[in-house]
């Protein structure tokens, strides 16, 4: 929305921003499967997951740079923006945060 208002490429922020609702399904994808099997199966899909991840993001913001040069801080800037919220969103909805210590 800050784009549009800016005259930015809007496409591209929302672009950015949904590449964190993906970066969300892979890693949902990757826990499911790593919570399948053995520890070795677990590591291998974590890492696998690991890797994926940062190859769609990375994939998809270089192509962006290298065909619509002039959106890619757009695209780039909204995904930071939506992945930073994300984790701290993501941090406080762990559940140790909400457990009482023993005792009280």
């Known amino acids: 929305m ?3 208002l800016l005259g930015r490429e809007a496409w591209a922020a929302v672009l950015g921003a949904g590449l964190v609702v993906v970066y969300w399904l892979l890693e949902l994808l990757a826990a499911r499967l790593g919570a399948r099997g053995s520890f070795a199966n677990a590591l291998a899909v974590g890492l696998g997951g690991m ?3 940062l ?5 998809v913001l270089v192509a962006i740079g290298l065909f619509a040069r002039p959106a890619f801080p757009e695209a780039a800037l909204s995904f930071l923006l939506v992945y930073s919220t994300y984790q701290v969103l993501r941090l406080f909805a762990h559940p140790a945060l909400s457990a009482h210590p023993r005792g009280h």
Not at 55 to 59: F, N, P, R, T
Request: glycine share 10%; proline share 0%; charged share 10%.
């Open 55 to 59: 190859a769609v993001v990375l994939g």
């Open 2 to 4: 800050a784009a549009a």
């Open 51 to 53: 890797v994926a991840r």
